[in-house]
């Protein structure tokens, strides 16, 4: 039974990640999560005793970090400050988090000769004009837009470098934009579905024709585990689902899907820097370790989601206020 190390297990895809290898494997989970404003207790509630596990405490804890990488088989690195907006308030954290926590991993993962899987973004590449044919792939150039993925391409090229010169048995992965249950209510999807429950509109920044290539959470977590399980070390495999769609075609759908009328939003204010599109070309995971989605369709898969929010206020209720009191805060309201 294969032990592994989910760092920042307590936040979206982390805690997803969690329940799908619980689910579908035989391996046992420890979290290691710094319970920042993005994790959610909740969303590792009920796991089997036997086989899970919850540690409070920072990638950044070289002393912590060293004592639990020396005890399992392998780590999987989700822990990570993943919000665009608040990196354009406050980059600092992004920084610690993001660059000295994986470097505080890899000097564990070295000493210890444990393997490990880097979870980073499509962000890294920065954006593609809306009309071009071309998608990213492995070999396109890293040219990251905002402090938050400026951080995440650092962390990449930390990952590389500790293969290359010390050995070091990683593989990184760089995946699009995830939808799912348990994501915080300040991104892009939640923020408008609890906006409508609440009764108020959506937001939509800017003219709201940025793409985005939308992923199942679930999907991701099975790329995950194949590459964990066949990927080759030192490889960076890319992870997306053929899901490109307008910010603003994602709000009207929500709105359809949730009873209302499609031009129901609001255009609030653009981010700075806005990428503009992001399209993944995930040929290299699909022909080489054979990994296919299974949420291929968008608006089911939507629906789901709109219903996780509807049947768990409690899950997101709790964190909603002072979510849209930093928006107001950033001028990302109206
Ligand atoms: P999230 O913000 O929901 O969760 C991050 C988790 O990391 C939280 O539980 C938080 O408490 C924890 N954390 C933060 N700082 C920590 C520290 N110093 N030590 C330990 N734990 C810490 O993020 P997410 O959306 O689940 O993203 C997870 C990973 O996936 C990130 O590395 C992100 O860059 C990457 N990613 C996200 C997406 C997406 O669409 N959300 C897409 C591609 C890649
Ligand atoms: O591409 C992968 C990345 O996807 C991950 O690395 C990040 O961790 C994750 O947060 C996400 O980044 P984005 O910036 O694309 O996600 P966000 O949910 O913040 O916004 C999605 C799009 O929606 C983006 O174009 C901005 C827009 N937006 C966002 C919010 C919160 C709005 O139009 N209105 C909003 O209220």
Redesign the pocket.
């Known amino acids: 039974m294969p032990s592994l190390l989910v ?10 990640f969690t329940h799908w290898v619980l689910d579908n494997t035989d391996a046992t989970v420890t979290v ?9 207790e909740a969303s590792l509630a009920q796991l089997p005793e036997n086989r899970f596990q919850l540690v409070r ?5 070289a002393d912590l970090v060293d004592d639990l990488v020396s005890r399992h088989d392998a780590v999987v ?7 665009n907006d608040n990196s354009l308030a406050g980059p600092a ?1 992004f920084i ?3 660059i000295v ?1 994986t470097f505080t991993l890899l000097e564990a993962v070295r000493k210890h000769d444990v393997r490990l899987h880097h ?5 890294v590449y920065g954006d593609l004009g809306l009309n071009d044919p071309a998608k990213l792939t492995p070999q396109t150039r890293y040219n990251p837009s905002s402090p ?1 993925s400026a951080s ?1 391409a650092s ?1 990449d090229l930390l990952v590389r470098a500790w293969v290359r010169s010390f050995g070091v048995q990683a593989t990184i ?7 799912g249950p ?3 209510v300040e ?1 892009f999807i939640p923020r408008q579905i609890t906006e409508i429950l609440q009764g108020r509109r959506p937001k939509l920044y800017g003219d709201g024709l940025n793409v985005r290539d939308w ?1 199942h ?1 679930d999907d ?1 977590n099975s790329a995950v585990w194949t590459i964990l399980e066949s990927g080759r070390i030192g490889e960076t495999y890319l ?1 997306g689902a053929d899901g490109e769609l307008s910010n603003k075609t994602v709000i009207q759908l929500i709105l359809e899907l949730m009873g209302q009328p499609t031009d129901a939003y609001d255009h609030v204010n653009d981010r700075p820097g806005h990428d503009l599109r992001y399209a993944i070309d995930a040929t290299k995971l699909r022909e080489e370790l054979g990994w296919r989605p299974t949420y291929t369709n968008f608006r089911a898969g939507l629906a789901a989601t709109i219903d996780w929010y509807r049947a768990n206020e409690s899950w997101w209720l709790p964190h909603k206020e002072a979510t849209e009191a930093a928006y107001a805060a950033k001028g990302l309201c109206g």
Do not use: W
């Not at 992965?173 to 939808?179: A, H, L, Q, V």
């Open positions: 760092t920042g297990g307590a936040g979206f895809i982390g805690s997803n290691l999560d710094a319970m920042t404003y993005a994790a959610n405490g920072s990638v950044c804890d690195h989700f822990a990570a400050e993943s919000h954290p610690e988090t993001n926590g979870i980073s973004t499509d962000e938050y995440k962390s992965s760089n995946c699009s934009n995830n939808y348990r994501q915080h991104k992923i959470v991701h992870i």
